[in-house]
């Protein structure tokens, strides 16, 4: 089993930039495959971008694109998520998610919140 540890979420104002943090640990030799999603109030969970371990190989959702951008430090076993020009909808609590042998594990979840 993969354990996930997200940081970096928080209050922030629209136009603002965050940068989610995602470290991994336990069996995490041949993770296939790091992402993250959002889960919004009475909205069900959805994928924001995923990166391939070895290849970093990067798949975005549509409204993100062009504005988040997801990387990943093997070194550190670490995926970050650099999220600018924030938008009110991208508040959701943000899940850092590991693929392995066929297994998804999840993270407890991060809050972002984007108001004036």
């Known amino acids: 089993q993969v354990q996930l540890v997200e940081s970096g979420g928080g209050l922030v104002q629209p136009g603002g930039s965050l940068r989610l943090s995602c470290a991994a640990s336990?069996?995490?030799?041949?993770?296939?495959?790091m992402g993250w999603y959002r889960q919004a109030p009475g909205k069900q969970r959805e994928l924001v971008a995923t990166?391939?371990?070895?290849?970093?190989?990067?798949n975005y959702e549509d409204s993100v694109k062009g504005r988040f951008t997801i990387s990943r430090d093997n070194a550190k076993n670490t995926v970050y998520l650099q999220m600018n020009s924030l938008k009110p909808e991208d508040t959701a609590v943000y899940y850092c998610?590991?693929?392995?042998?066929?297994?998804?594990?999840w993270g407890q979840g991060t809050q972002v919140t984007v108001s004036s």
């Open positions: 336990g069996s995490i030799f041949s993770i296939y495959s």
């Open positions: 998610t590991a693929v392995k042998d066929g297994r998804r594990d």
């Open positions: 990166i391939t371990i070895s290849g970093g190989s990067t």
